[in-house]
């Protein structure tokens, strides 16, 4: 089946640095998503972005089909940007969406 | 207010009791989908429901049934539960061809 791999698994980041999270994909995405989870909490999809680049506030989303890659950046981070990040991805036009392992980051001052 | 609201929130079952978990969604969504959440794993899709009596097994669906009877609403089955189906269980629903998903606040359960 589809694999969605995220990296890194964890990431740690004092209040105003940026961060760079990845996202890998097996075979050609359709409807790559970016998904935010605070601690605890529910999903939210942050930014859809089944190629080209895409912007919302601070975060940037880079999807490079062909290479079968995403990216998320997020600049400038604040503490409450802390939680995990997911990529996910239709699988096959299923309208299945497959997540990744997610990205834990966490923010401090 | 667009909503998924996920009944109970906690739940607390003996092993091998039956689990019955509630979703519902007032967005008139066609698809609804049923996650479960582990430590490290991510989300992973147990089934998803395509409309009313339109159910197809995702990727871990072994242990777990499904029933939707009105489109507005999505329930998951455990008959007989076991431990390892200790998880937080997400429900979630988009329209058909679209990139909007909404997702429900999650049932934390407890198999002991």
């Known amino acids: 089946g589809q694999q969605v791999q995220q990296s890194p698994a964890s990431l740690v980041l004092q209040e105003g640095e940026n961060a760079e999270l990845q996202c890998n994909f097996s075979s050609t995405a359709t409807q790559l998503q970016w998904f935010y989870q605070r601690p605890g909490g529910s999903l939210v999809s942050l930014l859809y972005n089944p190629s080209g680049t895409k912007h919302t506030g601070r975060l940037t989303s880079t999807t490079v089909t062909k290479e079968r890659r995403s990216s998320l950046h997020i600049s400038s981070s604040q503490i409450t940007d802390s939680g995990t990040y997911f990529c996910?991805?239709?699988?096959?036009?299923?309208?299945?969406?497959?997540f990744g392992e997610g990205t834990k980051l966490t923010v401090s001052s | 207010d667009m909503k998924v609201t996920q009944m109970p929130r906690y739940l607390i079952k003996r092993m091998g009791e039956n689990v019955l978990l509630e979703c519902g969604q007032d967005?008139?969504?066609?698809?609804m989908y049923w996650y479960r959440q582990d430590p490290g794993l991510g989300l992973q899709l147990i089934y998803i429901s395509y409309d009313v009596d339109s159910n197809s097994e995702g990727d871990i669906p072994k242990g777990y049934r499904v029933s939707r009877k009105k489109r507005e609403h999505f329930s998951l089955i455990l008959d007989s539960a076991k431990t390892n189906q200790t998880s937080v269980y997400f429900c979630?629903?988009?329209?058909?061809?679209?990139?909007?998903?909404?997702f429900g606040s999650g049932t934390r359960l407890l198999v002991i």
């Open positions: 967005m008139s969504h066609e698809t």
């Open positions: 979630a629903s988009s329209q058909t061809g679209t990139s909007d998903y909404t």
């Open positions: 996910a991805m239709e699988q096959g036009g299923s309208a299945k969406l497959i």
